[in-house]
Structures are given as structure tokens and as C-alpha cells.
């Protein structure tokens, strides 16, 4: 789901595995269940042999007035 934005993003990397541990933020206005949203995510992942930790934040804006604020490094 386009609408979908990712942060807080690291990877861990053992010898046996690698896992990918990040945060989704969800429109206030989604429909999707967290879990549903979980569960696609995960297959994805699993799908490439990724385990992945996820934590789901909903925002409190809607789609169409959520914005993302392009940042500058000083």
C-alpha cells in the first residue's frame, strides 16, 4: 500500500540470518487491520528468507493530508 511510510529502519545481521526491524505508519484513514497489515508485510519478507519486527503506528491524518516533510542536513 502506497500510503504506507517506513522509519526507524535497521538491520541486524547474524551469521545464520538477517532481520530487518522497522516501524510502519499507517493513515489514520486505512482501512486495514494492523494485523492484516502485519501479515502481508511479513509474507513479503518471509518470501525472502527475512525475519522481520514490526511495529505499527497509526497516524492521526488522513491520506490526503498527510504530508511527507523533506528534511536537510546541516
Keep these: 500500500d502506497e500510503s504506507l511510510t517506513l ?3 535497521r538491520l541486524v545481521r547474524g551469521s545464520a540470518f538477517k532481520k ?3 516501524d510502519v505508519t499507517v493513515p489514520y484513514d486505512c482501512k486495514k487491520s494492523d494485523q492484516l497489515i502485519l501479515d502481508e508485510i ?3 519478507m518471509k518470501a525472502k528468507h ?4 514490526i ?3 497509526r497516524s492521526y491524518l488522513s491520506k490526503s493530508n498527510y504530508k511527507i516533510k523533506k ?3 546541516l
Design 7 to 9: 522509519h526507524d529502519f
Design 20 to 22: 530487518i526491524v522497522f
Design 42 to 44: 511479513e509474507a513479503a
Design 50 to 53: 527475512i525475519n522481520a519486527v
Design 55 to 57: 511495529t505499527i503506528d
Design 71 to 73: 528534511s536537510r542536513t
